[in-house]
């Protein structure tokens, strides 16, 4: 198992650019969180889907911010435009269903706005 | 979401026990306890959850107080690989409630 799969693992952009991350959740896994990670502000979840069905984004700082899950295999997290404050980690986790499972987090993408 | 009250930091010495408080004194009966650590430059990664009882797996313990209102992650024997932020969260057990609130942690420091 490749556990979850996040790209780019960096990224720099000017701002005012577009950034769209990626993230592919272990198979099966039938829910998907993206977390942002700031020193200011910590771990912050961003929004999560449940059976590729968008459930919570109260997360979602502003407009700019969108995410998309059209299948089980893949979701994205696009920014547009991007400005200097969105620089942070934004990790992807999966987790299945049930009050047994553990929620596992992808590596990370580090994006840079300059 | 119910709040968790952890010390900052610690530190513990390498080969030694180490036993990481946790208060949650506003815990709901459906409330899952959750532990999470964070390694340097890695993302978040799962340690051992429970409810009532006491838990052990090849990671750790997790010891849950009687009344539930605190809990102890227990490391047996500490190395330097784990040190790390470790991170107690409640989960709310209520299906459809799939959401995972991080505090601040405790940045656990181990000493060789």
């Known amino acids: 198992d490749a556990g979850v799969i996040q790209s780019p693992r960096h990224e720099v952009t000017e701002m005012g650019q577009e950034v769209t991350l990626r993230c592919k959740p272990i198979?099966?896994?039938?829910?998907l969180f993206w977390y942002r990670q700031t020193m200011m502000r910590g771990l912050e979840l961003l929004i999560y889907f449940n059976n590729n069905v968008p459930i919570d984004d109260s997360g979602m700082p502003e407009d700019r911010f969108s995410a998309k899950m059209p299948n089980a295999s893949f979701s994205t997290l696009k920014i547009q435009p991007s400005e200097p404050r969105d620089s942070a980690v934004y990790f992807c986790a999966s987790r299945l269903g049930g009050q047994g499972h553990g929620y596992t987090f992808g590596s990370g993408t580090r994006l840079t706005v300059v | 979401d119910a709040k968790t009250t952890q010390p900052n930091s610690m530190e513990s010495n390498e080969e030694e026990p180490v036993h990481l408080p946790c208060n949650h004194s506003t815990i709901s009966g459906t409330d899952y306890i959750h532990w999470y650590r964070q390694l340097p430059s890695q993302g978040p990664e799962y340690v051992i959850h429970g409810l009532t009882s006491n838990v052990n797996n090849r990671m750790a313990s997790l010891a849950i107080a009687e009344d539930r209102k605190s809990s102890t992650l227990i490391l047996h024997r500490a190395t330097l690989r784990d040190a790390a932020v470790y991170y107690c969260?409640?989960?709310?057990?209520?299906?459809?409630?799939?959401?995972?609130?991080f505090g601040t942690g405790t940045r656990l420091t181990i000493i060789p």
């Open positions: 198979s099966g896994h039938n829910s």
């Open positions: 969260i409640l989960r709310d057990g209520d299906f459809g409630n799939e959401k995972l609130t």
